[in-house]
């Protein structure tokens, strides 16, 4: 049994006008919170931004009480992690530049915070809008089959979440709940192990009836057009060009997102190929510096993309992947050398990419994340 991680969006039915009114509110805080942490996020020092649990951003939690920001303290904290999630995401991609300014309509959750409650027939959720005790609101789920079936789950404890987020959209609001689901992983399944590089963006192998397939999606073109922006970005700092540089790094950002959908979107088409397919992605957030590219946003175009053809993803704890012979299980690091892995017990020689895919689709590595 393996665990993997949805995002299920949960519609709801339409609040009434006074609550309508406390959510927007929340809204506008909660976006306040957010753009005044981004702002903030360039004064710390590097090494800090990585720790989301630093006791600078609980100062700031404090500080942001006291100027009037009535939302509950774990909500605060949460969008101040969301900016120091994508402020860390940025430094990621060598991209040292403010982070845009929030504009969506969101709250997002500790799993501590909400409760999904069950009256009768009907669900809801029970969630804090303000600091304090009595400042809560409850708001009915629509009452589709598709809900019902998380609902239930998690209304008896058999489907655990974590936190979560209420979203509007138009005049539209969903409860976009995490889940974690089991996976029954036999042989009547298509376990697809894909591994991120450089030199390969991504290396997909599938193991199907004991047979191995496998494809690639090269790096090279990706790499030049990456260090291309760079050094034009960089030439238009140095002369002092300001405009050119934000306009550089918007056709940067969306060159590189563009190359992860199109990769993201091959590789669920890839898995969709085979039978009962399953992927299994690196765990990159404990095992690689995201230095190079953006492989975090390339992992979450995955996994919503498979989501929508119902394929479930499940995130593995990468260590040994590339260290270990697929054929005959040996272990050492002299295994592989620069892009070509040789087995220094059985003599197998291959990519040593594909040798790491291969082996998060043999799911014998230490443990899962």
């Known amino acids: 049994m393996m665990t993997s991680i949805k995002t299920i969006k949960l519609p709801l039915a339409a609040p009434k006008p006074d609550v309508r009114r406390e959510i927007d509110r929340a809204f506008r805080d909660f976006r306040w919170v957010y753009d005044e942490a981004a702002k903030r996020m360039p004064s710390l020092k590097r090494k800090r931004i990585g720790f989301a649990k630093d006791y600078v951003y609980y100062e700031w939690v404090k500080e942001f009480r006291r100027k009037g920001i009535d939302l509950p303290a774990q909500v605060m904290q949460q969008a101040v992690e969301k900016a120091r999630i994508s402020y860390a995401s940025m430094l990621g991609n060598k ?101 991120f590089g450089l030199t390969n963006i991504a290396v997909a192998a599938a193991i199907s009836e004991d047979k191995t397939k496998v494809k690639l999606w090269r790096g090279k073109e990706a790499q030049h057009k990456r260090r291309m922006f760079l050094r034009k970005i960089a030439s238009y700092q140095r002369r002092g060009k300001l405009r050119k540089v934000k306009s550089m790094k918007a056709t940067y950002r969306n060159y590189m997102k563009t190359v992860n959908h199109q990769v993201s979107r091959e590789i669920v088409d890839f898995a969709s190929s085979f039978y009962g397919p399953y992927i299994m992605l690196e765990n990159l957030h404990k095992f690689r510096k995201q230095n190079d590219w953006t492989f975090s946003e390339l992992r979450i175009f995955i996994e919503y993309k498979a989501l929508e053809q119902g394929i479930p993803v499940i995130a593995v704890n990468p260590r040994n992947s590339s260290n270990r012979c697929n054929r005959c299980g040996y272990v050492d690091r002299m295994n592989r050398s620069g892009i070509y892995f040789n087995c220094l017990a059985c003599g197998y020689r291959v990519n040593a990419d594909v040798n790491a895919a291969i082996n998060l689709a043999q799911g014998r590595m230490d443990n899962y994340s």
């Open 95 to 195: 991209v040292f530049n403010r982070i845009s300014r929030s504009r969506n309509d969101v709250l997002r959750f500790h799993n501590q915070c909400f409760h999904i409650v069950h009256f009768g027939n009907m669900y809801f959720v029970d969630l804090p809008l303000r600091a304090g005790r009595g400042h809560r609101v409850i708001l009915p789920f629509k009452g589709d089959s598709y809900s019902r079936f998380f609902l239930e789950q998690v209304s008896k404890k058999t489907l655990a979440y974590g936190a979560s987020e209420l979203k509007k959209y138009g005049e539209e609001y969903s409860f976009n709940l995490t889940v974690k689901t089991g996976v029954e992983c036999n042989e009547k399944f298509t376990p697809i192990g894909v591994d």
